[in-house]
Structures are given as C-alpha cells and as structure tokens.
C-alpha cells in the first residue's frame, strides 16, 4: 500500500515536472521568436515585431475564443468519462469537440479572410500579414484542443515529445523565413509548427482512444453549457493581454506596438512560475471536489497559494529590479521606452500568480458563472481605461489598464475562495506586504545606474524576503513534501 502511494506520488511529480517543461517551452517559443525578429529586420525590425505582434495577439484571441470551452470539456469530462472506465464515451466526447473545433475556427477565419483588408487599416498593420492569420487560428485552435486532450488521457510525455518536435520545426521554418528576409511570412512557424502538431496528435491518439465500433448516443448539454461559461471567462481574462497589443497599435502604431511587445514578452518571463499548474490542478481538484474531500482539497489549495505566491516574488522582485538589463539583452537598447511597462506588468502578473490557485479551485468546481462575470467586469474596466489612458500616457497608459484589470481578476477570486473553502488567508500577508514594501523601495532608488548597484540590490532583496518569509517557506515545503 505504501508503495502503491509513493509511485502515485512519483508519477504526479514526473506529470508535474513534465508539464512545467511542456507549456514553459509554449512561453518560450513565443518570446523567443518575439527576440528573434525584434533583432532581425535592422531598422523595420521595432515595426515588423509590432506589426507582427498585433496579427499574432488578434489571432491568439480568436484561438482562444473557439478552443477553451472545448479544451475545458476535454479537461474535465473526458477525465470524468475514463475514471469510469467509460471509454466509449471519452471518445465520443472527443470526436465531438474535434468537429465542432473545427467547424467554427473554419467559419470565423473564412470571415477574417474575406474582411482582412478592413481589419489591417484599422490596426495599423500591413494586409500580408493577416494571409497567415487564417490557416493559424485554424491549426492553432487544434492544437490547444488536442494539448488538452493528451492530459485528460495522462499521455503527457507523449505530447511532451511532439511538443519539443514541433517546437524544432518552428525555429528551422523561422530561420529559413529571416534567411530570406521574408517580412510577409514572418508568422509561417507558427502555422507549420501547429500543423505538424496536429498531424501527429491525431495518430497517438488514435492509438491511445480507439474510435467506437458501435455508435455512441451522447447528449453534451451539461458539457457545453461549462463550456461555455469556461470560454467566458477565460477568454476575458486572457483577452487583456492580446487586446493590449491591439489597442497599442491601432492607437499609437506599430512602432510603439514593438516597444509595448518587448516590455510585455520580458514581463511575459515571470508567468513560466505558472505555466505547468493549471493543467495539472485543474483535473485534480476536480476530483477532490467530486470525491467530496473537502478538507484536503482546502489544504491544496492553500499550500499551491502559498507556492506561486513565494515563488513569484522572488522571481519577480529581481525583474523588477533588472527589467533595464532585461530589455537590453533581450531586445536591445532601441526598446529601454518600455521600462516603466514591464514594471507595472509584473507586479499585476504577481497579483495574478498569487490568485491562480483560487481562481482555478472555483473554476473546477461550481464557481464557473462569478469567474466569467469577474474576467468580463475586468476585461470591460481594462477598455474604458485604455480610451483614456493611452492618449494620455502612451503605452504606460496600456500597462495601467492591464493592472487594474489585474485587480479585479485576483482580488475577488481570492476573497470568494477565502468564503467557499473556509481559507486562512493570513499566511499570505507577510509575503504580499513584504513584497510590495520592498518593490517599492526598489522602484524609488532611481540612482541604481549601473549594473554592479543593481546586482547588489537583487541579492540584497532575495536576502530579504527570504528572512522575513523563512517559516513561511520551510511550512510550504514541508507540505508539498508530505502531499
């Protein structure tokens, strides 16, 4: 029996550890190829990343649109269907959103398409870069779907290994198209790496849920409508990053929507602390609420809290404290206009990875209408700012309505958490308090002029945080310990 919980132990690590890997290669590819082509086009290479970057934010939101929901349902019933050993209706499940995935990203892109020419004067942005547009949010949505699929199934090194292979096909297809100087098919990696994903998935997966012999009646209304509430409120809540970039360029033009790009992509780096727990936490909380464990679920929940909130700070002080280097290095010195950006976008990414885990515990669950009624009141607020702060402030004006976007989306979640599950949320007080003390003495030594000042207050404020927090750290990692 001991052993039967220590494998169940080790396996729920190696899934872990293999989703960090997987989805933080996602983030990396994507800032990567935001580097890349920041630095490849000489002078048009500030333009080309926001012109580039605005197509990709307009594409990503219309990938997110037709693939949550969906991808929500394969996280969720396809798991439920399997622990039932209800095979047939896992697959039935997934047939299902495959088609439906792809009658709608087929109907959506055909619209952009015959609407492209419109769409690129209102965003500022050349028309041959919405040709690409189309065939991405179709192979895009599948992807998502299918990446989704593989962990409903538990196959997550499976899509580990076709997540690295697609990966390397995006740089190799990215550096033929700078080779070529190809401004116009600058998103091509994108569409070629989604595809040879797709292409893959659709044969491993066909081994690992074979297609029904017999029909399988199967009525999807309790399954579309968390669906649907999902896709709300998820798509609200991402929808602010993308529609930053879109409101950037459509209003101060692709220039400053490749500075506004740096500082986000740089900012972006503080949001890998995240990348594999949604993934994970989601089917298993889930389970605990259906299994009606209350009071472990409870304990998981505040110990994931307390994880993404320590680690985030100490991740993300050090960024704030060198985002200048950053920008240098990752950008070059052509994008240092987006310091003030990325300083007012990690401390709302801080604000967000400190709420993940309630957020997600009540999306799991019975919760789904208030996330997708907060996500749409900060999405909305988010706007309304933006009409008026970015004639008034620029891309800083941007960065300010994403964090009060920020605000609304891990306050509330946190404090409905607090009154469902009965949490202590005392613990975090130190860590936040501390953090934000010492963010703020960082922010106001503007003296630190060079790197040598910079690095000493890096080191002085992990030092820092990690004394004032130590009981809280040692409490935290003996509890993931004895999990």
């Not at 896992?90 to 792809?102: G, K, L, N, P, Q």
């Not at 690129?120 to 192979?139: K, R, T």
């Not at 992807?143 to 997540?163: D, M, Q, S």
């Not at 198209?177 to 040879?196: C, D, H, R, T």
Request: aromatic fraction near 10%; proline fraction near 2%.
């Amino acid at each position: 029996m001991a052993d039967n919980v220590l494998r169940g132990k080790e396996r729920h690590l190696k899934i872990l550890i293999l989703s960090i890997i997987s989805l933080a290669l996602v983030g990396i590819v994507k800032i990567l190829f935001n580097m890349i082509v920041g630095r490849s086009f000489g002078t048009d290479s500030v333009a080309v990343l926001g012109m580039s970057s605005v197509v990709l934010s307009f594409s990503f939101l219309i990938i997110t649109l037709c693939s949550t929901g969906f991808m929500n349902i394969a996280s969720k019933f396809i798991s439920d269907a399997l622990s039932k050993n209800d095979a047939g209706r896992a697959r039935r499940i997934y047939d299902i959103i495959i088609r439906d995935t792809v009658i709608i990203s087929l109907a959506i892109a055909a619209i952009i398409g015959l609407f492209s020419q419109e769409l690129s004067i209102i965003l500022n942005v050349d028309v041959i870069y919405f040709a690409l547009a189309v065939p991405i949010i179709v192979v895009g949505s599948l992807y998502y779907i299918l990446r989704a699929v593989f962990y409903a199934l538990g196959a997550v090194t499976p899509y580990f290994k076709l997540e690295i292979l697609s990966d390397a096909a995006f740089f190799i297809v990215l550096a033929g198209v700078i080779l070529l100087g190809s401004k116009g098919l600058i998103l091509l990696p994108f569409a070629i790496m989604y595809l040879i994903f797709i292409v893959l998935s659709f044969m491993r997966i066909h081994r690992t849920l074979a297609p029904n012999k017999t029909r399988v009646t199967l009525q999807m209304k309790e399954e579309y409508v968390f669906g649907g509430l999902s896709t709300l409120g998820t798509v609200m809540s991402v929808a602010v990053t993308y529609l930053g970039t879109i409101f950037v360029g459509a209003m101060l033009g692709a220039y400053s929507a490749g500075i506004f790009t740096a500082a986000l992509t740089t900012a972006s780096l503080a949001l890998l602390i995240q990348s594999g727990f949604a993934q994970v936490l989601m089917p298993e909380i889930a389970f605990l609420w259906g299994a009606q464990k209350s009071e472990e679920l409870r304990k998981d929940i505040m110990t994931w809290t307390m994880v993404l909130g320590l680690s985030a700070a100490l991740f993300i002080g050090p960024m704030v404290i060198l985002r200048k280097d950053l920008l240098s290095i990752l950008f070059g010195a052509d994008y240092l206009a987006g310091m003030n950006v990325v300083i007012i976008m990690l401390i709302g990414t801080y604000m967000l990875t400190v709420a993940r885990t309630a957020l997600l515990s009540l999306q799991s669950t019975d919760r789904l209408k208030l996330i997708a009624t907060v996500s749409a009141v900060a999405t909305i607020a988010a706007i309304i700012s933006w009409v008026f702060l970015i004639p008034l402030w620029g891309m800083e004006g941007a960065a300010l309505g994403y964090l009060i976007s920020c605000v609304i989306n891990s306050i509330i979640p946190l404090e409905s958490a607090r009154r469902k599950w009965k949490l202590d949320l005392k613990p975090l007080i130190v860590p936040n308090l501390s953090f934000a003390l010492l963010i703020i003495a960082v922010v106001a030594l503007t003296g630190l002029d060079n790197f040598f000042e910079r690095l000493i207050s890096t080191v002085l404020f992990v030092l820092i945080f990690t004394a004032v927090n130590y009981s809280k750290i040692r409490i935290t990692l003996t509890a993931i310990k004895n999990r």
